[in-house]
């Protein structure tokens, strides 16, 4: 049975790849901050925050390199990959860069339609409009922008212009698992285990916890641990047990464990 449901998950891996991911293709963005994001996501493999803000600060060494710079007030915003949160900062920077940032988005230039997913989600140089968010979101998943499919994702979950939907927020994540972003793996690991928008199935749990924690995510590490061996939880005070009872009693186990890699919004 085992057997079967991992070859069930990775039938619609296959199937799920076949979203027009190369689209991201459609930017004028540097290649070092497409690698950068790469890094961050683990689209390569593995998370490498380090490597992501080494590839990010070099290519934004280019001040007029609106794309880098806008990532830069990204990063900024939340602490993100590996920075220091600055979110005054982040907003003066949005402010200079947005209007191009727009016009780039107007263009079809994909990554650019992100940012402005992220500067309305966000606040970022315009007022939060969750609404435009989704928007901005949609437009660049729908050109198969990996982080922007997992975003709607988000938006989904947490009702930011949109109402709650945990089975909604579960189908883009499994699009943006299946090309390889690590977060939406660990996310899909705690829906199937608490039964929030699926079905509860611990085997699938363990599947998605175990794609995540291969690639470095420590908190999913722990969970699929603590899945396999159940007497890690015999102690409620044990910091691998955070979730042991609340992921499946609550939809804020991720707000309450806000260091879970960086910040909900990715």
């Known amino acids: 049975m085992k057997f079967f449901i991992h070859i069930c998950i990775y039938t619609s891996l296959t199937l799920l790849s076949v979203f027009d991911l190369g ?43 609106a794309l880098a710079q806008m ?7 939340t602490g993100r990959m590996g920075f220091q949160q ?14 191009e940032i727009g016009a780039l988005a107007d263009s079809g230039d994909v990554e650019a339609i992100f940012l402005m997913g992220t500067a309305h989600d966000e606040g970022l140089g315009t007022e939060i409009d969750y609404k435009q968010a989704l928007h901005w979101y949609k437009a660049a998943a729908k050109e198969g922008h990996i982080l922007a499919i997992h975003n709607v994702g988000n938006m989904y979950r947490d009702g930011r212009g949109v109402n709650v939907d945990h089975s909604e927020a579960a189908t883009w994540w499994l699009q943006a698992a299946a090309a390889g972003d690590i977060i939406p793996a660990l996310r899909l690991g705690e829906a199937y285990e608490a039964g929030r928008g699926v079905h509860r199935n611990i085997e699938k749990a363990k599947f998605w916890y175990s794609k995540a924690a291969e690639a470095g995510n420590d908190l999913a590490d722990r969970a699929l641990k603590r899945l396999l061996n159940p007497k890690i939880c015999s102690s409620p005070q044990k910091e691998e047990c955070y979730n042991c009872r609340d992921v499946q009693n609550t939809d804020n186990v991720n707000e309450q464990k806000h260091h879970i890699t960086n910040h909900l919004r990715v």
């Open 23 to 65: 689209a991201q293709s459609s930017t004028i963005a540097d290649d070092r901050l497409l690698k950068a994001i790469d890094h961050y996501t683990g689209v390569i493999g593995t998370v490498n925050d380090t490597r992501a803000k080494e590839l990010l600060l070099e290519v934004s060494q280019n001040e007029d390199d």
């Open 71 to 77: 990532w830069i007030a990204r990063v900024l915003s």
């Open 86 to 99: 600055n979110l005054s900062k982040a907003k003066q920077m949005a402010e200079g860069i947005l209007t």
